[in-house]
Structures are given as structure tokens and as C-alpha cells.
């Protein structure tokens, strides 16, 4: 047997307000995409917004380490420029100062002078050769013998020549002052460039010229510290 049921559907709405019914959802569901696609614009346009200002200041950034380098670049060369310039001067006073006063130099000659001799001009003057200090570089210091001050030894890069001039008694006391100034350091190469007899109302004097050398590549320090000639009387240090 078939069953046969059917259904009947009983709409009590009016037709006008079933068709207003059906305008008010078309409605509102355009307005929820009329709402959604405005929440997605305004979204994309903060996000571009937050991107253009990030891009921005990355841009500043860039610039100012752009600019700030520029600056940098012209620090360094100009502090390259100075370390130059302080480098020539460096060499230049080195080439200038010398390793021991003068003062105490005319001092040490003067205290090693015999009482019966006096001293008339004295000259320093400092000279300087490459080729000597090539020389002095590959060559041995000389030695000197036991009891002997005076040895000649070659020329160093730069040395101070000294010449004595003045008048002693008689030869006992020109030579008892070479000999004092041959064994005091830092004088070397002592010779008697001249010694001649010169009369005086009172009898005869020995007039004089020594010729020494100090050799001023060294350094020269007194126990205390200081660079400085040697000022021992009579001696040597």
C-alpha cells in the first residue's frame, strides 16, 4: 500500500509586509557589507598611513647617517691632517733638541780646567750626517785601552763639535786638561788642535785650542733622572 500525505503551508502574513520584510534583510545586509568593506579600507589606509610614516623616518634616518658620515669622513681626515703635522714637528724637534744642556756642558769644561788656565771662546756647534750614522750603526764601539780616555772612535749620526780656546801656564797644565776632559764622559775624540807660546808683560804663556766631540744619538742621565752632562770637578761620571 502507498501512503500518500500532503502538506499544506498557511501564510499568514500580508503580501506587502512579507515584501518589506524581505527589503529590510536586503538592507541590512548591505549595510553590514557596506560597513565591512568601509572597516577594510579604513584599515588599509592606517596601515599605508603607518607605512608611509615608518618609510619616512627610516628616510630621515638614512639622511642623517648620510650627513653624519660626510661630517665623520671630515673629522677623521682632518685629525689624520693634525697626527701629520704633529709627526713632522715631533721630527723636527728631534733633530733640534739636544740630549744635553749646555749650560752644564760649559760648566763641566770649566770645572775641569786646572786652576793656572783660563779659557778665552768656546764653540758648539752641531753637525749631522747620514752617511756617519750608517757607519756608526754597522761599526763596533771602540775600546779604550787601560788608562787611556782619549780614543777615537767614527762619527755618529749627529754630534756637537766643540772648540776650547784659551791660555794654561805652561804645557803641564794644557795637557793634565786635555787628559781630565779625554776621561770625562760624555766628551770624546779630545785632541790640542794648537798650542802656542805667547809672551805676556809677566814672562810666557801657553796659548791653546782643544778640539772634543759629544755625541748626541745617546741619552745622558744623571741619578737623579734628568738628562745632563757630567759636572764632576777633577773626575769623571
Keep these: 500500500m502507498s501512503t500518500v500525505s500532503a502538506e499544506f503551508i498557511v501564510d499568514f502574513l500580508p503580501r506587502d509586509v512579507r515584501r518589506r520584510g524581505v527589503l ?7 549595510m553590514l557589507l557596506l ?3 568601509g572597516a577594510v579600507v579604513v584599515g588599509v589606509a592606517c596601515h599605508s598611513w603607518n607605512r608611509f610614516h615608518e618609510a619616512e623616518a627610516r628616510r630621515g634616518v638614512s639622511l642623517a647617517l648620510t650627513t653624519n658620515a660626510t661630517k665623520v669622513d671630515d ?4 685629525l689624520a691632517g693634525e697626527q701629520r703635522e704633529l709627526h713632522r714637528y715631533l721630527s723636527v724637534y728631534d733633530r733640534l733638541a739636544l740630549p744635553v744642556e749646555q749650560s752644564d756642558i760649559i760648566a763641566t769644561i770649566t770645572n775641569l780646567m786646572p786652576d793656572r788656565t783660563s779659557l778665552s771662546m768656546l764653540r758648539m756647534e752641531v753637525k749631522e750626517s747620514a752617511a756617519a750614522a750608517t757607519a756608526t750603526a754597522n761599526a763596533k764601539p771602540a775600546v779604550a785601552p787601560g788608562g787611556v780616555g782619549n780614543v777615537r772612535t767614527p762619527a755618529p749620526a749627529r754630534w756637537m763639535e766643540i772648540t776650547i780656546r784659551g791660555y794654561a801656564q805652561d804645557n803641564a797644565d794644557l795637557y793634565e786638561f786635555e787628559r781630565k776632559l779625554a776621561n770625562t764622559k760624555p766628551f770624546a775624540s779630545v785632541t790640542v788642535s794648537e798650542n802656542k807660546p805667547t809672551d805676556i808683560a809677566r814672562g810666557r804663556i801657553q796659548e791653546f785650542a782643544v778640539n772634543c766631540r759629544i755625541d748626541l744619538d745617546v741619552q745622558y742621565v744623571r741619578p737623579g733622572g734628568s738628562p745632563v ?8 761620571k
Excluded at 24 to 30: H, I, L, M, N, V
Excluded at 75 to 78: G, L, M, P
Excluded at 229 to 236: D, Q
Design 229 to 236: 752632562a757630567s759636572v764632576a770637578k777633577g773626575g769623571s
Design 24 to 30: 529590510a534583510t536586503s538592507r541590512r545586509r548591505s
Design 35 to 37: 560597513g565591512l568593506l
Design 75 to 78: 673629522v677623521i681626515d682632518r
